[in-house]
């Protein structure tokens, strides 16, 4: 299993600005995925996120309002950008298994965002 | 959309008892996983079952698939206090990258 820590834990921002969420994972991964979840409700895949490309996102997010970083195989950040009151839920990152005989994912315990 | 539905939304039970959630989803998948999330914090992953599996185990969990149903089961023997959390279902549709669809969950409260 892997180990992984996100920074911050939460935060209380404005609307109108970005707030940029860390991901740092304790072994070498190949994929690491970004989730939404939103107040009282399941999660939602923002984007996936690999080493050495740009991130596919999924239908609904767009890159300009969620800019996703993969600088090495430990670590990631999702940007949300412009924020607004409906912006305000728990962000997740995960990662795979790491052979294809082992597709669970590692949950990081992720950052509690409320936009004001 | 979502891929999963789940049902109950909410149960709650006594310590002792078992709990049972469902899952059904929508399209042919690789495997199903089922994933526990305490008070809204990380998800922990609990058991994982492949389309060519129709049950496992795993300590005090018990999970069925039906894919001819297209559906999931998530049983919890002797239930502890402890178990209470947010159960979800998670399908892999055997696609690029292992992407998860979460089902909506389960809200399950066991009282002592």
């Known amino acids: 299993s892997a180990v992984i820590s996100q920074k911050p834990s939460r935060d209380i921002c404005q609307r109108g600005t970005s707030l940029t969420i860390q991901c740092q994972v304790d072994s070498q991964v190949t994929m690491m995925f970004w989730y939404r979840q939103q107040p009282g409700q399941s999660l939602t895949l923002i984007a996936t996120?690999?080493?050495?490309?740009?991130?596919?996102?999924e239908s609904g997010f767009v890159i300009d309002k969620f800019p996703i970083s993969r600088p090495n195989l430990t670590f990631s950040t999702l940007t949300v950008s412009n924020m607004s009151p409906e912006d305000s839920s728990i962000y997740l990152c995960s990662v795979g298994g790491g052979t294809r005989s082992s597709y669970e994912q590692y949950f990081g315990p992720g950052t509690r965002l409320t936009v004001t | 959309s979502q891929q999963g539905e789940e049902d109950p939304q909410a149960l709650s039970i006594q310590e002792g008892e078992n709990a049972t959630m469902n899952c059904s989803y929508k399209t042919s998948i690789n495997n199903l996983q089922w994933y526990r999330q305490n008070s809204g914090r990380g998800l922990v992953h609990l058991i994982l079952i492949r389309s060519n599996e129709r049950e496992k185990h795993s300590g005090r969990l018990r999970v069925t698939l039906d894919t001819s149903k297209k559906s999931s089961s998530l049983l919890i023997t002797a239930s502890r206090a402890a178990d209470t959390a947010s159960y979800f279902c998670?399908?892999?549709?055997?696609?690029?990258?292992?992407?998860?669809?979460f089902g909506e969950g389960t809200q399950l409260t066991v009282n002592p």
């Open positions: 998670a399908t892999d549709l055997g696609t690029s990258g292992s992407r998860l669809t």
């Open positions: 996120a690999n080493q050495g490309s740009e991130a596919t996102y």
